[in-house]
């Protein structure tokens, strides 16, 4: 199940749905509900859920690292290591997930329950005040009223610094293709050191 | 005309009145707009019910009906609306006591698809999911 976290709505995450032909729902969250749900930052975020409806992976980046920011930022090239290694690790978290479809709680990446709860996320009051402040700011924005709802969405990123999803939707909505342009590099680049996608805790990724 | 906005979605309350930073809800149109729904106790909403801390402040008659403010009873519960613009939309907080994040289950959500068609997670229990979001930009 996909949920684009697109506060533009249909009219943005469409054409990428109907360019995979998806089996599977594919969803649009205008508000982040998701998002908000699962204490989440970043996309992409992947979550497995069992029969059950119990989690047995929390939110982690399906895979994805830090390559892109070796992208050449003209041509949008990355450099072939990189792309290889982008290669390694989408096959080694599909194969995860394969080995848990057929094997299902027998399966080393399905997660006991103390593991989880580690791995869990914690959700916050500043978090859940955001979330209404962007909920808020979105409902501006999508209804004509972007100027007013601007400063709602500036709260949000003010109170949840961490959230990528926040600032990077603000800047969508403002131009779409602002979300990948200058202010997003100069955001990146403020990380120094510090890694834009957590590590992957699973046996040939990040440990 | 007053919009409200819950973590799950929005309702439109005809009959609300703004004062300033105060809300006025017929109590009619409260569990519909809020999701508390009001009884002699005090409001109550899943297992909970809450005492109207200051019954005279924060209910009112007003043309044969009652009106609770709904905006001083969200600040006495540590959770004030976020009060939009010029008093025409609000947004709640969502409750701190359900957030399921911390617990194993996977919380439930109701989203629309691309032709607008309505999924909640639970009605795929019984397979297992693998929920990835994503964004276009």
């Known amino acids: 199940m996909t949920v684009a976290c697109d506060s533009a709505g249909a009219e943005a995450a469409a054409p990428w749905i109907r360019r995979a032909s998806p089996t599977h729902p594919s969803l649009i969250d205008r508000r982040h509900r998701v998002a908000e749900l699962y204490n989440q930052v970043n996309v992409p975020t992947a979550v497995w859920i069992d029969e059950d409806g119990r989690i047995v992976r929390p939110p982690e980046p399906p895979g994805t690292f830090d390559g892109f920011r070796r992208m050449d930022r003209q041509s949008f090239k990355l450099p072939e290591d990189v792309r290889q290694e982008y290669s390694r690790r989408n096959r080694v978290y599909a194969d995860a997930l394969r080995d848990w ?20 996320p914690a959700a916050s009051p500043e978090a859940r005040r955001a979330a209404a402040c962007f909920r808020l700011g979105e409902y501006l924005a999508e209804n004509g009223r972007f100027e007013e709802g601007a400063p709602w969405l500036e709260e949000a990123i003010r109170l949840r610094p961490e959230s990528w999803n926040f600032f990077r939707q603000k800047l969508a909505l403002g131009q779409p293709e602002a979300a990948g342009g200058p202010e997003f590099w100069r955001r990146v680049d403020e990380l120094g050191q510090q890694a834009y996608y957590p590590p992957v805790r699973m046996p040939g990724l990040d440990g | ?113 691309v032709d607008g068609h309505r999924h909640r997670l639970s009605q795929y229990r019984g397979s297992k999911v693998f929920l990835v979001t994503w964004a276009s930009w």
């Open chain 2, 1 to 113: 005309m007053v919009t409200i906005l819950t973590p799950n979605g929005e309702t439109r309350v005809e009959n609300a009145v703004v004062e300033g930073e105060e809300l006025w809800i017929p109590l009619a149109a409260l569990e519909n707009a809020t999701g508390w729904e009001w009884s002699e106790d005090g409001l109550c909403r899943d297992q909970l019910c809450v005492p109207l801390p200051a019954p005279d402040e924060l209910l009112r008659e007003e043309h044969g009906s009652r009106s609770l403010n709904y905006a001083a009873f969200a600040r006495h519960r540590g959770e004030p609306l976020l009060r939009g613009a010029n008093g025409d939309v609000w947004s709640q907080v969502e409750r701190g006591e359900s957030s399921a994040a911390a617990g194993l289950q996977a919380p439930d959500f109701e989203l629309p698809d």
């Open chain 1, 101 to 120: 479809a057929h094997r299902g709680e027998a399966s080393e990446f399905a997660l006991a329950a103390a593991q989880v709860e580690e791995r869990q």
